[in-house]
C-alpha cells in the first residue's frame, strides 16, 4: 500500500462544474497536507495547505481534512479550462514530505 | 524578486557522465530539497538540507550526492552510478525544516536525459 494515494485519474469534467479530488494517506502521525497544480512540463505550485480538521476555503479552492478517517480532499468550483493541469496531494510528517502520484483532471469547454 | 532558480532548464548526458544540476534561493529560507519526478509519478525525495553544512538522504540517494556549502545554494550530481537517471528533477525551498512540515516552495525544474 502507498503511503499516499490518490483517486486514479484521468478526471474529466466540465466547464462550470465542480471537480473532487481526493487524496488518502497512511501515517496517522502525519501533520500538515498540501495540494499542489503541476502544468504538463511545468514544476508544482502551491495551491492550499491545511492542518486541522474541517474545510478551509480560498476563492474557487476548498480543501477538506478528516484525520479519523485519513483523507484529504480538494474541491474546485466552477471549473475553467486553465484548471486543467495534475494535482499532487502532499502529506507531511514523520520528518518528511510523501507525494502522492497525481490525478489529471480536464475540464472541457 | 525571490525565487528559486534552476539550471540548466535542459540537460543531457552520456553514459557514464556525471553531471551537476544547480539550485539556487533568495528567499533566506533555512531548508532545501531535491526531487524526482519520473512520468505519471509523484515526486520523491532525493536529499534535503536543514542548514548550511549539514545535509541528510532521502528515500532514493544512491548514485547521488549534494553539497550545502552556502546557504542559498544546494548543487546535486547525477553520478554515473545512478543506472537511470532520466527523469525530471526539482528544486524546493521551506522557511525551516521542523521534521519537513513547513510548507515547500519548487523551482522550475531541469529535465535530464541519457542520451
Known amino acids: 500500500q502507498k503511503e499516499v494515494e490518490q483517486n486514479s485519474g484521468p478526471l474529466s469534467v466540465p466547464e462550470g462544474a465542480i471537480a473532487s479530488l481526493n487524496c488518502t494517506y497512511s501515517?496517522?502521525?502525519?501533520?500538515?497536507f498540501f495540494w499542489y497544480r503541476q502544468y504538463s512540463g511545468k514544476s508544482p505550485e502551491l495551491i492550499m495547505s491545511?492542518?486541522?480538521?474541517g474545510d478551509k476555503e480560498d476563492g474557487r479552492f476548498t480543501a477538506q481534512l478528516n484525520k479519523a478517517s485519513q483523507y484529504v480532499s480538494l474541491l474546485i468550483r466552477d471549473s475553467q479550462p486553465s484548471d486543467s493541469a495534475t494535482y499532487l496531494c502532499?502529506?507531511?510528517?514523520?520528518?518528511?514530505?510523501?507525494f502522492g502520484d497525481g490525478t489529471t483532471l480536464t475540464v472541457k469547454p | 524578486d525571490g525565487g528559486i532558480t534552476q539550471s540548466p532548464k535542459y540537460l543531457f548526458r552520456k553514459e557514464g557522465q556525471n553531471v551537476t544540476l544547480s539550485c539556487e534561493q533568495n528567499l533566506n529560507h533555512d531548508a532545501m530539497y531535491w526531487y524526482r519526478q519520473d512520468p505519471g509519478q509523484g515526486l520523491r525525495l532525493i536529499y534535503y538540507?536543514?542548514?548550511?553544512?549539514?545535509?541528510q538522504k532521502g528515500d532514493i540517494a544512491e548514485g547521488y550526492s549534494v553539497s550545502r556549502e552556502k546557504k542559498e545554494s544546494f548543487p546535486l550530481t547525477v553520478t554515473s552510478a545512478q543506472k537511470n537517471p532520466t527523469a525530471f528533477y526539482l528544486c524546493?525551498?521551506?522557511?525551516?525544516?521542523?521534521?519537513?512540515?513547513?510548507?515547500?516552495?519548487f523551482g522550475p525544474g531541469t529535465r535530464l536525459t541519457v542520451l
Open positions: 491545511i492542518y486541522s480538521n
Open positions: 502532499a502529506v507531511n510528517g514523520a520528518g518528511k514530505s510523501t
Open positions: 524546493a525551498s521551506s522557511i525551516a525544516y521542523r521534521g519537513g512540515t513547513d510548507t515547500q516552495y
Open positions: 538540507s536543514q542548514i548550511v553544512n549539514d545535509f
Open positions: 501515517d496517522r502521525g502525519s501533520q500538515s
